[in-house]
């Protein structure tokens, strides 16, 4: 069973970089497809990008194209996500989850869940 942890949220001007990370403990993550997702106030949530534990496939959504990137460390057993380019509309906590179903993590319902971490785009 994973247990998830984000890190590296926080308060960013527009057009700066942060890079969001999740940890994995309890098993190892490379087991998992891995999303990350990201929920603003008075929002649904939405997904942000995913990549598959079986053929490495890696999804964006329309809003993060180009700037964001995931990647993963398994010898780190950690998921990355690189964001650049950030704008206000950005802001939002963001949540990465973990399943060994692709099919989870696209529709959203993945089994695993971290506690999520703030990230606010302001001048």
């Known amino acids: 069973q994973a247990q998830l942890v984000e890190s590296g949220g926080g308060l960013v001007q527009p057009g700066g970089s942060l890079r969001l990370s999740c940890a994995a403990s309890?098993?190892?993550?490379?087991?998992?497809?891995i999303g990350w997702f990201r929920q603003a106030p008075g929002k649904e949530r939405e997904g942000v990008s995913c990549i598959s534990s079986h053929d490495g496939m890696i999804y964006y959504g329309d809003s993060v194209k180009g700037r964001f990137t995931i990647s993963r460390d398994n010898a780190k057993n950690t998921v990355y996500l690189q964001m650049n380019s950030l704008k206000p509309e950005d802001t939002a906590v963001y949540y990465c989850?973990?399943?060994?179903?692709?099919?989870?993590?696209?529709?959203?319902?993945?089994?695993?869940w971290g506690q999520g971490t703030q990230v606010t785009v302001s001048s």
């Open positions: 989850a973990a399943d060994t179903q692709d099919e989870s993590v696209v529709a959203g319902v993945p089994d695993y």
């Open positions: 309890g098993s190892t993550l490379d087991a998992y497809s």
